[in-house]
């Protein structure tokens, strides 16, 4: 089992810039691919940006230039920077884990209300 807790959140200007915390209750990047996705009222929930177990990073087009991903092995802790914030990044953000070895588990976290508006 691996709980994962988020914050980080809040409501920002257009153009500002929040880092989003996701710490694991354990250490699982060896094994664990983590992901950020985001959910706005009345949409479905969305990939955002991932980090692999080797490092490597993937990013939606839409954050592309604007959001990082990275990890701290040593705290356990998946960071999601977000950089020139808009209005359409309004989003309960989620993170999550999926494990790359059988059996596949995936685990949430609770969300983070984040807000941009002027």
């Known amino acids: 089992q691996v709980q994962l807790v988020e914050s980080g959140g809040g409501s920002v200007q257009p153009g500002g810039s929040l880092r989003l915390s996701c710490a694991a209750s354990r250490n699982i990047f060896s094994t664990y691919t983590m992901n950020w996705y985001r959910q706005a009222p009345g949409k479905q929930r969305e990939l955002v940006a991932t980090i692999i177990i080797g490092g490597r990073t993937n990013y939606d087009d839409s954050v592309k230039g604007r959001f990082t991903i990275s990890r701290d092995n040593a705290k356990n802790t998946v960071y999601l920077q977000m950089n020139s914030l808009k209005p359409e990044d309004t989003a309960v953000y989620y993170c999550?884990?999926?494990?790359?070895?059988?059996?596949?588990?995936?685990?949430w976290g609770q969300g983070t209300q984040v807000t941009v508006s002027s």
């Open positions: 999550n884990a999926e494990r790359i070895l059988s059996p596949k588990y995936t685990y």
